[in-house]
C-alpha cells in the first residue's frame, strides 16, 4: 500500500470548513482514514462540540502513546484581504495556504499519517491514541476535557501524550514545549457615586479609582521567573467608562485585566492577590470595586527526562537541530492532558497561525511526519 501522504491530508482537511465547533466533516474525513488503517473509531461529542478518539491496539497497554490535536479553526476574519480562498488549500510558493493550515490541521494529519503508516508496516507491542477536538480555540469546555472525562469512564489511557501544536518561532525543529503558564482574566467594576464635573468632594470618582487600580497592578513586578519559566506577566486589557460627557464625573467604570503566570502562582493565589488589591483601593476611594475571575489553565511542567529527550532526539535526527526546551506562549489543551499523564508538545513553525494568508511549508508536513515516526519507533522499541 502507498504510504499515506501528510501534505495532501491537510490539503483535504484545510478544504473542510471548520470554524470553532463546526469541525464535525474535518472529523468524519480523519476517522474515515484511521478506521481504514485499523483504528477503532469513537465520536465523543459534547454538547454540539464534535470530538474524536482513535485506538490501535490494546485497551489499557502498559505502553500507550498518544497524540493530541484540533481540527477547529479561528475565523477568516476579512476574506478580502485574503490573496487566496482561505479554505482552498491552494499550493504555490513551496507552502500550503489555508485556515489551519499552521494551526493546526497539518500537524494532525502528520501524526494521523505516521500512525497509520507505523502500525501497518511495524505493529507495535502496545497501542496508540489519538485524541482530536472540535474545540481547542474557543472555550476549550467541551473538547478535550470531554474526552478526557470519556475515557476516564471507558477505562482508555495514555502513559504519555504528544500534542502537535506549532511550536517552533521561526526554524523547525527549534523549540518544544514542557509545559505552559497558567492564565488568569479579573474583570473589575468601581461603583462610586456620579456628579458634576465643578464639584468633585461630591462625587465618588470610579474613573480615578478603576485607574489607580490598573496603574497599580501593572507596575507590579509578579516575580523575576524561575528555572523553566519566564517572569509572570500582567497586562491591562481594557478600561471603560461609556461617558461622552466632559462635564460628569462618572459613578461606574470598569477594566480587565490578564495574567500569565509561572509555577510560582496558582490560580488561586493571584485571585486572592488580586482581590486583595481592588478592596485597598475601593477603601482609598470610598466606594466598592466588584471582580469576577475566570482562570483558563493553571502553568504546568513535564520536567525534562525520557519523554522529552526521545522527542528530542528524533527532531535533531531529521532537523539537525535539538530543540530548545520551552514554556511560552499562550494556553493549549496540554494543560488538561497534563492532569491524564506526562505530555509534550512538538510541532511547526507557527509564525502565520490566526493571521490572514496562513501557511505552511510543504516540506516541513513531510518532516513532521518523519519526525513523528521517528518518535513512534523509539517509543516502542
Request: hydrophobic letters at 40%; glycine letters at 10%; a negative charge.
Amino acid at each position: 500500500m502507498p504510504m499515506t501522504d501528510p501534505v495532501q491530508l491537510t490539503a483535504d482537511l484545510i478544504r473542510c470548513p471548520s470554524v470553532t465547533p463546526e469541525a464535525g466533516s474535518a472529523l468524519d474525513l480523519l476517522g474515515t482514514l484511521l478506521t481504514e488503517g485499523g483504528f477503532a473509531c469513537t465520536r465523543v461529542d459534547r454538547n454540539g462540540t464534535p470530538n474524536l478518539f482513535a485506538r490501535w491496539g490494546e485497551k489499557g497497554h502498559a505502553s500507550s502513546f498518544g497524540f493530541n490535536g484540533h481540527l477547529d479553526v479561528v475565523p477568516v476574519g476579512d476574506a478580502a484581504a485574503w490573496t487566496v480562498d482561505p479554505f482552498g488549500a491552494e499550493q504555490k510558493d513551496g507552502f500550503l495556504w489555508g485556515r489551519g493550515a499552521t494551526d493546526m490541521k497539518s500537524g494532525v494529519a502528520a501524526f494521523a499519517a505516521a500512525a497509520v503508516d507505523f502500525v501497518r508496516d511495524t505493529p507495535p507491542d502496545g497501542a496508540i491514541l489519538l485524541t482530536i477536538t472540535g474545540d481547542e480555540e474557543g472555550d476549550a469546555t467541551d473538547g478535550t476535557v470531554a474526552l478526557l472525562h470519556w475515557m476516564e469512564a471507558e477505562g482508555e489511557a495514555m502513559t504519555h501524550c504528544l500534542v502537535g501544536e506549532p511550536t517552533c518561532p521561526d526554524e523547525m525543529g527549534e523549540m518544544m514545549k514542557i509545559g505552559r503558564r497558567g492564565s488568569i482574566t479579573a474583570w473589575f467594576e468601581a461603583t462610586g457615586i456620579q456628579g458634576h464635573a465643578a464639584y468633585p468632594d461630591r462625587a465618588r470618582n470610579a474613573v480615578a479609582a478603576i485607574a489607580t487600580l490598573a496603574a497599580r497592578l501593572a507596575a507590579h513586578t509578579l516575580d523575576d521567573g524561575t528555572a523553566h519559566f519566564d517572569p509572570s506577566t500582567l497586562a491591562v486589557v481594557n478600561i471603560d467608562t461609556g461617558n461622552a460627557a466632559t462635564n460628569v464625573i462618572p459613578g461606574t467604570s470598569r477594566a480587565v485585566v490578564n495574567i500569565r503566570f509561572n509555577d510560582t502562582h496558582s490560580g488561586a493565589s493571584l485571585t486572592e492577590w488580586l482581590a486583595a488589591q481592588a478592596q485597598e483601593v475601593a477603601a482609598l476611594f470610598d466606594l466598592e470595586i466588584a471582580m469576577t475571575t475566570k482562570i483558563s489553565g493553571e502553568s504546568f511542567l513535564t520536567p525534562p527526562g525520557p519523554l522529552s529527550d526521545l522527542i528530542a532526539k528524533a527532531v535533531e535526527a531529521e532537523t539537525g537541530r535539538l530543540p530548545g526546551l520551552s514554556t511560552s506562549g499562550g494556553t493549549s489543551d496540554a494543560r488538561f492532558v497534563k492532569n491524564h499523564c506526562p505530555v509534550v508538545e512538538f510541532g511547526l513553525v507557527g509564525r502565520t497561525m490566526h493571521q490572514v494568508d496562513e501557511r505552511v511549508s510543504i516540506v516541513q508536513i513531510g518532516q513532521l511526519k518523519t519526525i513523528y515516526t521517528r518518535i513512534l519507533q523509539s517509543y516502542f522499541a
